[in-house]
């Protein structure tokens, strides 16, 4: 019988044998990364995986450097004031003159409202103040010692305080661009001291509390719990009323500052006090009394860490809520008062109807408050998803 003919056998493509032999590399190369990464490259993997917390890290550090460079980005006093220019409309910025790119605002006129008798100030399209970046303008301190007079946005020709008003001016003739610069470096670090007093409180005393249990941990707790059993409104108005009226601005903010602080700690403490109560029975804990560690190494040196990405988690989530907390004190007179520049304190101007039918440029400062809060939780939110070590 005749036996049918051998096929022969194809050979294997060397392409395929390539590709499957890279991505079997690449797989392995990635298991040993993964393997060998520390908690933090782990967190940061995942981090960056998160769109809306990359793209409210990087809101926050714009934020962060108009508050670094406030006096660079502002290009008039904050504090300068004229009534006779008193409540004037945001300027419109046009970029490109004769086809050629070159911005310029219109210049303004002055004139008599027939029907209220008050001074308005409208565009004159025959005259053209043209802008320049990084022009000679009001001297400053730059980082508070070094002085300058560059700014980010100027005038080719005079004094930009004079002409340019880019956000309008508020009831007493202010720059509303300038000022609300000042009001974001204002807003934006009282919520870092004061979320950094509060982490400090929020931790010790939170993680004393936990860890040696018995009368220590009764008192912390039932201070705790008369500071959030008091009435919050109550409290700003007594303390509003206690601040001496001849303070200066930087005493009255320091002390809202410590004020918000020793209210604040208090939630994070709760949150560091179960998480102690769960570790001091775990082993790698019970190694290090065994060893000699001394009460304090255990605690900041074995057991913090165990959780510092959730403590990291609940201050990116604890800081809008102080700017919200500052910005609506403010706003009712309860926090910082003028001649401080705050977001609240700008605020305080848009309280009149009347006024924000007139003028809602007014309302300007609630745009950053809305930003930096969204931005924050987005950040915090992306934070606490890489921290998770379940995912």
């Not at 100030?121 to 007079?149: C, H, N, R, T, W």
């Not at 020709?157 to 609300?180: H, I, Y």
């Not at 004190?329 to 007139?358: K, M, T």
């Amino acid at each position: 019988m005749k036996r049918p003919p051998k096929l022969a056998a194809t050979p294997r493509s060397p392409a395929v044998t390539i590709d499957e032999g890279v991505v079997l590399a690449a797989g392995g190369q990635a298991e040993q990364r993964i393997a060998v990464a520390t908690q933090w490259q782990l967190m940061w993997w995942r981090f960056r995986k998160h769109r809306l917390a990359l793209g409210g890290t990087f809101v926050l550090v714009l934020f962060y450097l108009v508050s670094l460079f406030a006096d660079f980005f502002a290009y008039t006093d904050p504090n300068e004031s004229d009534a006779q220019r008193s409540l004037i409309a945001p300027q419109q910025i046009h970029w490109r003159d004769d086809g050629s790119f070159r911005p310029y605002v219109h210049a303004l006129t002055g004139a008599r409202d027939p029907l209220t008798f008050k001074r308005v100030y409208v565009p004159d399209p025959g005259k053209k103040v043209y802008l320049s970046f990084f022009a000679s303008g009001e001297p400053y301190q730059f980082l508070g010692f070094i002085p300058m007079d560059r700014h980010l946005i100027g005038v080719q020709e005079g004094r930009a305080g004079d002409s340019l008003f880019l956000l309008g001016t508020d009831l007493q003739g202010r720059d509303m661009w300038s000022r609300l610069m000042y009001a974001t470096q204002t807003s934006m670090t009282i919520g870092l001291v004061s979320v950094a007093l509060s982490l400090v409180l929020g931790v010790v005393l939170g993680g004393v509390s936990g860890f040696f249990g018995g009368m220590i941990d009764t008192v912390i707790q039932r201070i705790i719990e008369i500071l959030r059993s008091i009435p919050t409104i109550p409290l700003w108005m007594g303390l509003a009323a206690a601040l001496p009226a001849e303070w200066s601005v930087v005493q009255v903010y320091f002390a809202i500052t410590i004020i918000i602080s020793l209210i604040g700690w208090t939630e994070l403490a709760r949150v560091v006090r179960g998480r102690f109560i769960s570790l001091k029975e775990e082993d790698f804990v019970m190694a290090a009394e065994l060893v000699g560690c001394s009460k304090s190494r255990i605690i900041f040196r074995h057991m913090v860490p165990s959780f510092i990405s959730h403590i990291i988690a609940a201050t990116t989530l604890a800081i809008p809520a102080i700017i919200i907390s500052e910005t609506s004190l403010s706003f009712l007179g309860l926090g910082l008062r003028p001649p401080a520049i705050s977001w609240g304190v700008l605020l305080q101007d848009a309280q009149n109807i009347q006024a924000l039918v007139i003028s809602p440029w007014l309302l300007v400062p609630t745009i950053p408050v809305v930003v930096a809060v969204l931005a924050f939780n987005f950040m915090g939110d992306g934070i606490r998803d890489a921290a998770d070590p379940y995912l």
